[in-house]
């Protein structure tokens, strides 16, 4: 049975930070594409990063226009766990933040990691609050 457990939500000031951790079980996480969504109270699910394997000892890195350059996105295969490093918060990256596993795909990053569909496997999630 696959589990994925977010943890590091909280509630920061505009310009704070925030770490998201992701553990997961009953995956291997090397073999998956691995997410971050979002959602907004009214709003639709969006896709923030994700991070896959691109070659034998290579990633390769998604983010969404709105976090380049403020979220980092990074995983431990060994400790089976995904990160995300929010810096520079601002109120508008306040919602459920989700982390999510899907398998490999022939598409691009830019198309593919958007995609909530394309997703197999989803954590409870973990509320951000950023206060201005």
């Known amino acids: 049975q696959v589990q994925l457990v977010e943890s590091g939500g909280g509630s920061v000031q505009s310009g704070g930070s925030l770490r998201l951790s992701c553990t997961a079980s009953?995956?291997?996480?090397?073999?998956?594409?691995l997410g971050w969504f979002r959602q907004a109270p009214g709003k639709e699910r969006e896709g923030v990063s994700c991070i896959r394997r691109s070659g034998v000892s290579t990633v390769s890195t998604y983010y969404a226009d709105a976090v380049k350059g403020r979220f980092t996105i990074s995983k431990d295969n060994a400790k089976n766990t995904l990160y995300l490093q929010m810096n520079s918060l601002k109120p508008g990256d306040t919602a459920m933040y989700y982390c999510?596993?899907?398998?490999?795909?022939?598409?691009?990053?830019?198309?593919?990691?958007?995609?909530?569909?394309?997703?197999?496997?989803w954590g409870q999630g973990a509320q951000v609050t950023v206060s201005s």
């Open positions: 009953g995956l291997t996480f090397d073999d998956y594409t």
């Open positions: 999510a596993a899907g398998p490999p795909r022939l598409l691009t990053a830019s198309y593919y990691c958007p995609r909530s569909e394309y997703f197999t496997y």
